[in-house]
């Protein structure tokens, strides 16, 4: 098969153009400052209130963000009657227990990434939504770019054959204060920066038959770097490698039967692609700038409000098995590298399911 001439263009509708709703944000971290400054930039979205544990941290974070209203606790913000959705935006740890809060008061709920500690909890996650009927997504960016909508395109159209394998890594430095050098919290890098390639590498070759890999232990206590080795059923083969001790080129590669795919900046974040054909004598190119670290959150928040304005439960952009899938990958590196979050109050895990 031939490269196409020309690559198809992105699908994304205007972020602006997105029907507004009140949005409460439940935390008032640096994740959920970022979340806020994109969309009350980029949309019409409405950031109606934030709740926090203290008064004093919810007044500060309103105060910052011109947002009318402060809650000093997350149920109060949850059973506010004049809000829509939720965006939870607390440590890895406590996801579960604030997206299940939201949703039994009957909000929409947008959950950070990971969206769990393990599938065991995405899915009680999962189930709870459908239940109360109520719109549940992971926050995992990435997949709400227009870049990763022309990238589906191309994997739809069978460019570049059947994957054959897929490498991915990203490392940043993180100073020893930094939560994710907590325990108490699930740190290390498995859950936060791991995410983006483990998530790629789920979508691309599905849950893994088998996984082998190395890690290191941080002084603090939790894991600092990590390399894995996965296979799928079809015998393909991804790579992951993840870091808390500097930064590398956060890029990936796809290998497929009939071509390739190669990034030319990070993998996660907007920037351009290249798709190439078999031997590597012709490519195509998929270009945009750059763009800056969370640049693109307004994104997630425009695609959440249409599908809660068309009576969408979830988004094709993250569906919910993708986000559950991704959970059954991280917890089968965690078993094969002997990762516990214990400290973080997950005492089980659920199996590796096949």
């Known amino acids: 098969m031939s490269l ?11 972020a602006m153009d997105a029907p507004p709703l009140r949005w409460g944000i439940l935390g008032s971290g640096w994740i959920a400052a970022k979340f806020t400054e994109s969309v009350k930039a980029h949309t019409q979205q409405n950031i109606a209130a934030v709740g926090s544990r203290s008064r004093s941290a919810a007044e500060a974070f309103a105060a910052q963000w011109s947002i009318p209203r402060a ?6 913000l949850v059973t506010a009657d004049d809000l829509d959705v939720i965006y939870v935006a607390t440590p890895h740890n406590l996801h579960c227990a604030h997206v299940l809060l939201a949703i039994e008061a009957g909000k929409h709920v947008l959950v950070e990434k990971p969206v769990a500690l393990n599938r065991a909890q995405a899915e009680t996650m999962v189930a709870a939504a459908r239940r109360k009927g109520v719109f ?16 589906q395109q191309v994997l739809d159209a069978g460019a570049i054959g059947e994957i054959l394998s897929v490498y991915t890594e ?3 430095y993180l100073p020893p ?6 325990a108490r919290l699930a740190g290390g890098p498995l859950l936060d920066l791991g995410t983006y390639p483990v998530s790629l590498l789920t979508k691309l070759l599905g849950v893994p038959r088998k996984v082998v890999g190395l890690g290191q232990t941080d002084p603090a206590g939790v894991n600092g770097q990590l390399s894995i080795v996965l296979a799928n ?3 393909a083969l991804g790579t992951m490698s993840t870091t808390l001790y500097g930064f590398t080129s956060t890029n990936a590669a796809i290998v497929g039967t009939n ?10 974040l907007p920037g351009s692609f290249e798709v190439w054909s078999l031997d590597g004598s012709a490519r195509i190119r998929y270009d945009e700038p750059r763009g ?10 425009a695609e959440v409000a249409r599908a809660i304005s068309e009576g969408r439960r979830e988004s094709a952009y993250r569906p919910l098995e993708a986000s559950l899938e991704t959970m059954e990958t991280l917890d089968a590196i965690r078993d094969a590298l002997g990762i516990s979050f214990a400290e973080a109050g997950l005492t089980d895990r659920a199996p590796n399911k096949r």
């Open 4 to 14: 196409p001439l020309t690559l198809p263009a992105a699908r994304t509708l205007p």
């Open 71 to 76: 809650y000093d606790s997350y149920e109060a």
């Open 136 to 151: 549940f997504a992971e926050a995992l960016w990435t997949y709400f770019l227009p870049k990763f909508d022309v990238l």
């Open 170 to 172: 990203y490392g940043e």
């Open 177 to 182: 204060v930094h939560r994710i050098f907590d």
């Open 233 to 235: 059923a079809n015998g």
């Open 259 to 268: 071509g390739s795919i190669r990034f030319n900046t990070e993998f996660h």
């Open 292 to 301: 800056a670290h969370f640049e693109g959150l307004f994104y997630e928040a």
